[in-house]
């Protein structure tokens, strides 16, 4: 008899197969099934036939620059090697003056994003980020200003005893556009408790995701894997982002976060491995039926893994980055920027077409691919 379906071996998971195909929404229990199969090769085929029925043969890009504006930070949380305390001789806290002007730096008119998170500051005020804000905005009146996680709204808002909203209002007026998906780790409170009890909750994060997508702002949202949780957590935090999804629409992008373990209090748990890092991806795609878009990020995941992640259901690898902190203080040794070439080859080379974008998904039209001065 003709086996009709060759890539699963994983026989159990036919009937997951089938509500995929058939565009059903997954369950809990699929979502375990999914994550506790070692059948890497069906996960991916499964993704794959949903990334490409939302969005044929395009691989997402965009040109944007990584801003870290402190690494002071009150909580310590375990997972963490970025943030350092005050005192420490090696902490940093720019000035404005400083912040506009690495912004700047090898600037050019292809850039089309700042992505901006830092530590949670004991005293830089919301009006001093608000200056910050108008200062970028004045300066590059046309780059998007992605920034602040839930976290730092909850911090600011906890703080300087502002309501949520209110924090939110201030930062919109002063040209913050849209938020990134960071800080939400994984909302599961035992594990909470151990890699990042200094943090909000995760229902405080989730909280603060449907105020500020109901206030008109769009955000991402992230999941940090690899460490001390296991599957049940995971396929958890999933649901939960699909159901506050439901609810608001807000989320326009999942970014599956690889834990790296350098310099943070969690060494020992290692490092994810290549076949864990293409599972999220797969999961997250099939799971997330009402999330447009999955980043495979190519600073966390490497950028070879980060290719292959585009034929396991990721359809957007993030951008030239050009300075990230974050990743590289926890031992990351990826490059710090690629060029938009080298985005372009991975794509391409993964027989992907390769789509620049803006935050918001509106395709970038260059006139030529290298007509224009890029960074690093
Ligand atoms: O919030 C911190 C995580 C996040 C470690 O929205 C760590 O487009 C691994 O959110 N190992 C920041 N992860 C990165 C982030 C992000 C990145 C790219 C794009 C977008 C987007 C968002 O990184 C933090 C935290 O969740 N993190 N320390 C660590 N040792």
């Known amino acids: 008899?003709?086996?009709?379906?060759?890539?699963?071996?994983?026989?159990?998971?036919?009937?997951?197969?089938?509500?995929?195909?058939?565009?059903?929404?997954?369950?809990?229990?699929?979502?375990?099934?999914?994550?506790?199969?070692?059948?890497?090769?069906?996960?991916?085929?499964?993704?794959?036939?949903?990334?490409?029925?939302?969005?044929?043969?395009?691989?997402?890009?965009?040109?944007?620059?990584?801003?870290?504006?402190?690494?002071?930070?009150?909580?310590?949380?375990?997972?963490?090697?970025?943030?350092?305390?005050?005192?420490?001789?090696?902490?940093?806290?720019?000035?404005?003056?400083?912040?506009?002007?690495?912004?700047?730096?090898?600037?050019?008119?292809?850039?089309?994003?700042?992505?901006?998170?830092?530590?949670?500051?004991?005293?830089?005020?919301?009006?001093?980020?608000?200056?910050?804000?108008?200062?970028?905005?004045?300066?590059?009146?046309?780059?998007?200003?992605?920034?602040?996680?839930?976290?730092?709204?909850?911090?600011?808002?906890?703080?300087?005893?502002?309501?949520?909203?209110?924090?939110?209002?201030?930062?919109?007026?002063?040209?913050?556009?849209?938020?990134?998906?960071?800080?939400?780790?994984?909302?599961?409170?035992?594990?909470r408790r151990i890699i990042c009890d200094h943090k909000i909750d995760g229902g405080e994060w989730l909280d603060i995701a449907r105020i500020a997508h109901k206030m008109g702002l769009k955000s991402n949202c992230t999941m940090l894997y690899g460490?001390?949780?296991?599957?049940?957590?995971?396929?958890?935090?999933?649901?939960?982002?699909?159901?506050?999804?439901?609810?608001?629409?807000?989320?326009v992008t999942y970014i599956p976060l690889a834990f790296h373990p350098d310099n943070t209090a969690l060494e020992h748990v290692g490092r994810t491995t290549g076949f864990m890092d293409l599972k999220n991806i797969a999961v997250a795609r099939l799971m997330l039926d009402n999330i447009p878009h999955i980043k495979a990020y190519w600073v966390m995941m490497t950028p070879k893994i980060a290719q292959i992640a585009q034929r396991f259901g990721a359809d957007d690898i993030d951008g030239t980055v050009v300075e990230e902190r974050i990743y590289h203080d926890a031992g990351s040794d990826v490059v710090q920027g690629l060029r938009r070439g080298e985005l372009l080859r991975l794509i391409r080379e993964a027989g992907r077409e390769p789509v620049e974008r803006d935050t918001a998904y509106r395709r970038v039209e260059r006139k030529d691919e290298t007509s224009f001065a890029i960074l690093v």
């Open 1 to 191: 008899m003709i086996d009709l379906q060759p890539q699963i071996d994983d026989r159990g998971l036919l009937p997951v197969l089938e509500k995929a195909k058939a565009g059903e929404r997954l369950s809990y229990d699929d979502g375990l099934r999914l994550f506790r199969s070692p059948d890497l090769l069906a996960l991916g085929y499964m993704a794959n036939l949903v990334r490409e029925r939302m969005h044929g043969n395009v691989t997402y890009f965009n040109v944007n620059r990584h801003i870290n504006p402190t690494d002071v930070c009150v909580a310590s949380c375990k997972l963490c090697a970025f943030g350092k305390k005050s005192k420490d001789p090696t902490a940093y806290t720019m000035s404005l003056e400083e912040i506009w002007h690495r912004a700047g730096l090898g600037y050019s008119e292809a850039i089309t994003e700042f992505h901006i998170v830092g530590g949670l500051h004991p005293e830089l005020t919301v009006d001093w980020f608000c200056d910050m804000l108008r200062g970028l905005k004045q300066r590059f009146p046309n780059v998007h200003l992605k920034a602040f996680t839930m976290v730092e709204i909850a911090y600011f808002a906890k703080r300087f005893k502002i309501p949520v909203e209110e924090v939110l209002r201030r930062l919109k007026e002063a040209g913050m556009d849209s938020m990134p998906g960071g800080g939400a780790e994984i909302f599961s409170e035992r594990v």
């Open 227 to 251: 460490h001390i949780e296991n599957e049940e957590d995971r396929v958890d935090h999933l649901v939960k982002l699909r159901e506050v999804q439901d609810e608001t629409g807000g989320f």
